[in-house]
Each structure stands twice: as C-alpha cells, then as structure tokens.
C-alpha cells in the first residue's frame, strides 16, 4: 500500500509520517518534493510519503497525477494558524525543525504581532485544496490533543491495533510549555 499524506508546514505531519510507516511497518519518505532533500525514488513497496502542498505547488507538480501513484491520501491541516505560525517562526528562527523547545511569553507575543490576514487567508486556502485532494483529512489538533482522529484512521486503513500510539502522545510535541519569566 502507498499512502501520501498530503499537509502544510507545522501541522504535526513529521510526526504522524514517522508513527504511521512504524504501525504499519513501512519505509517513510520525508518530503521527497522539497528540493533541499534531494530527489527520492521510492519504488514499489509499501511506503508512506510526507508532502507539503506548498512544495508541490513551488515544484510545479501536478498534484492530481502525483496523487494518482498513491492508493491513500491523508489530508492534514492545524486548525491553530496562531500556533502554525509561531512554530514556523520559530523553526525558520532556529533552523531546528523537529526538535522540542520552549518559548517566552515576549516571544510569542512577538512571533504573533507578525501574523497578517493575508497570511491567515493563504493557510486558509491551502487547507481548502488539502481538503480536496484527500481521500480523509485528519487535524492536528484532533490527533494530538483530543485523539479523535486517531480512531478515523484505523477504521479508514482497516488496522486492528495500534502499538505505537506513544509516538502521538503530547508530551512529544515539539513545543513545550511556556516558560514563566519572574
């Protein structure tokens, strides 16, 4: 089986790629469609791919036929565009994109005061064509905080029994809790 999540940046996708490919005994593609990762060929096993739509789009893929290689597509988007955008700034700040870390209530009031409505209408729409070329969409706060979708999901794939489900716990979530200035 060949399953592409389809998501944008900062939605928990990292995380849901690794934990799907280890329940389901896969190999796992990491934005393959990002060129600073190179090109991967993956071939014909079974496989997961991780993509972000906007790599797609600044690729110049043809997301329709691109979707056609891949028996599922899981959408997956963040309902939070604050927390989205905080954690962008702050991995693009850093360069550390999938490591933990704890921010400052200045700093998260700064990384906010950034927020645009342009910016909050672009996630917007690219949540709209996630939704569209996804055969389910998952959200992140549905996996990681109420846990609802994790169920959609093993009827949707037809799985019997997760044993890897720590890997979604929230204590593994990148960021951590706000550290309390005195």
Do not use: C
Not at 134 to 161: A, Q, W
């Amino acid at each position: 089986m060949k399953i592409l999540i389809l998501a944008h940046p900062r939605s928990g996708s990292t995380t849901l790629g690794n934990w799907l490919s280890k329940e389901l005994n896969y190999t796992f593609f990491d934005e393959p469609n990002n060129l600073k990762n190179g090109i991967q060929i993956w071939g014909d096993n079974n496989y997961v791919v991780k993509d972000l739509y906007n790599h797609l789009v600044s690729n110049n893929i043809d997301i329709e036929e691109y979707k056609s290689g891949f028996d599922y597509v899981i959408g997956l988007y963040r309902m939070n565009v604050k927390d989205i955008w905080i954690s962008m700034q702050h991995a693009n700040k850093t360069k550390r994109h999938h490591s933990q870390y704890k921010l400052s209530n200045a700093e998260i009031e700064e990384y906010e005061k950034s927020i645009t409505e342009n910016l909050t209408e672009g996630i917007t729409k690219e949540r709209e064509k996630i939704i569209e070329y996804s055969n389910i969409v998952l959200v992140y706060e549905k996996i990681y905080e109420t846990k609802e979708d994790i169920e959609r999901l093993k009827n949707f794939l037809n799985i019997e029994n997760f044993k890897y489900l720590d890997m979604l716990d929230n204590k593994n979530r990148y960021r951590r809790e706000t550290l309390k200035l005195i």
